[in-house]
């Protein structure tokens, strides 16, 4: 018999203490003995968690709760070996709401089975909360506002940001606000100017924070991929098994017409000064600009595109970012001051809008959490691996044929190494008392640079435009 360490027998172990609702009519009901499954989701691009959970019923707790969707759940799951409280899913008082009661059936024996979803008390708060009024100050102190409005009690990452702005909120929900500063905020903690905030829930807390700020992580775990049965062999067994990667898929990689049609490859900015009535143009190039953005291996080794710079038409050698396919249109009204941003008394204490420094960059790199290199895993779960944490992984090289080892050593070139994790489903199975976690790793830079041909171009065959406009073709049955 294997000796519990710390309390685990085995990775995945977890220990619910608390699993409690309490219902619109004051009845609290206790139903840790009732659960089937929980799964709890964490999601960069989302701004609150969200969950469901499968409970069975034979005690009729849905008519005589009643439990109808608008109920407090008060949740508290842990790995067993950890006892710091950051590391400990804790919803005991900020009590997370149950929204909905979906597919309710019974089962026999007088037993009902039904599943309850479940998200944050912020996002419910949001949904019933306008803001009509103008808002003043730095961006990161506007975020701070709208989230006292929701009442917000949790611990927020909030990375402070540039200059002192105004934001008019036409009767729109405290999150919308958040997220209109989010598409144009950029990080006093940066030399850049880090134009790719997020605004998202994860268990440990709400961030504002800039996808820079994520990458600069340290590496929370490390993930491989084991013969089955080879962890007994080791004496950190337990901890071996943390690191195993149960199952993978990939998910995407390069898709060169989203690049093209989003503008991560280039893109073209007008900014019309309706003051002045002047324009003015800016282009952004991927390539060009890479050196002076912020990847993950920027802060971990240093890094290269995920793209090629192969040359497309070898006249002009021009490559895939030289093309500026997308174009964004905005105005901003600006003379030798900011005549948006001047007070009654004419003061001009906040700063002007800048989209030349925020618009282009930030939908490349944000478009690359949906297209880059993405991976999906599934490992052995455990409480202190969240959304926007940086884990490295090693996937080996598939082939059929002999390598050699030092050319790529034995690992997946793009699917090894250190990735941000995108998304994260916890699920605690309480048939298998196992939980299981399902990553979405994603990243935006390699560690070495892509082979590259400077005067290559589109293989074409050397033809004219055939045109088909023969009546006797087009209409075959007159």
Aim: charged share 25%; with cysteine; proline share 4%.
């Amino acid at each position: 018999m294997v000796r519990p360490i710390n309390g685990i027998v085995a990775a995945g172990d977890f220990t619910l203490d608390v699993a409690k609702l309490l219902t619109s009519a004051g009845i609290e009901i206790d139903i840790k003995a009732n659960i089937m499954q929980i799964n709890i989701v964490e999601d960069i691009k989302r701004n609150s968690i969200t969950g469901e959970m499968l409970v069975q019923d034979a005690g009729a707790f849905v008519n005589r709760g009643p439990i109808i969707g608008q109920e407090y759940f008060q949740l508290k799951v842990r790995t067993p070996s950890l006892e710091n409280q950051e590391e400990i899913i804790d919803f005991t008082e900020n009590m997370l709401l149950i929204n909905s009661v979906d597919n309710r059936s019974e089962v026999g024996n007088d037993i009902s089975l039904y599943a309850l979803s479940f998200t944050s008390s912020e996002l419910v708060k949001n949904q019933r909360t306008r803001v009509n009024k103008s808002l003043r100050g730095s961006f990161s102190e506007i975020v701070k506002e709208m989230l006292e409005t929701v009442n917000c009690q949790k611990r927020v990452f909030l990375e402070p940001t540039r200059g002192s702005k105004r934001i008019v909120a036409p009767n729109i929900t405290p999150f919308d606000v958040i997220n209109l500063a989010a598409k144009n905020a950029t990080s006093v903690h940066n030399e850049t100017f880090t134009p790719n905030y997020l605004f998202f829930e994860t268990l440990k807390g709400y961030n504002f924070r800039s996808l820079s700020s994520l990458y600069a992580q340290a590496v929370v775990q490390k993930y491989d991929t084991f013969i089955p049965g080879t962890q007994a062999l080791f004496p950190d067994r337990i901890e071996r098994e943390f690191q195993q990667i149960l199952d993978f898929g990939m998910v995407s990689g390069n898709d060169s017409l989203f690049n093209h049609t989003t503008g991560v490859f280039g893109s073209k900015l007008i900014s019309h000064n309706i003051y002045t009535k002047s324009f003015e143009e800016y282009t952004y190039n991927y390539f060009d600009n890479f050196e002076n953005e912020k990847h993950i291996l920027s802060y971990h080794g240093g890094g290269f595109p995920i793209f090629s710079e192969t040359t497309i038409e070898r006249q002009a050698k021009s490559r895939v970012s030289d093309f500026p396919s997308r174009t964004f249109l905005t105005s901003v009204s600006k003379f030798e001051t900011d005549k948006n941003n001047t007070e009654l008394n004419g003061t001009e204490p906040h700063a002007a809008f800048d989209p030349e420094n925020t618009i282009q960059e930030r939908e490349s790199t944000l478009n690359q959490l949906e297209r880059g290199i993405l991976i999906n895993i599934i490992v052995h779960g455990n409480t202190m691996v969240n959304a926007g944490d940086v884990v490295e992984i090693d996937i080996p090289l598939t082939t059929a044929f002999e390598m050699q080892e030092e050319e790529l050593g034995g690992s997946d070139r793009f699917y090894s190494g250190v990735f941000l994790i995108k998304e994260i489903k916890h699920s605690f199975d309480f048939g298998e008392k196992k939980h299981k976690s399902i990553l979405t790793l994603v990243k935006d830079s390699l560690p070495i640079k892509l082979p590259e041909v400077t005067d290559q171009e589109e293989p074409k065959p050397n033809k004219l435009l055939n045109v088909v406009s023969d009546k006797d073709i087009l209409y075959p049955q007159r």
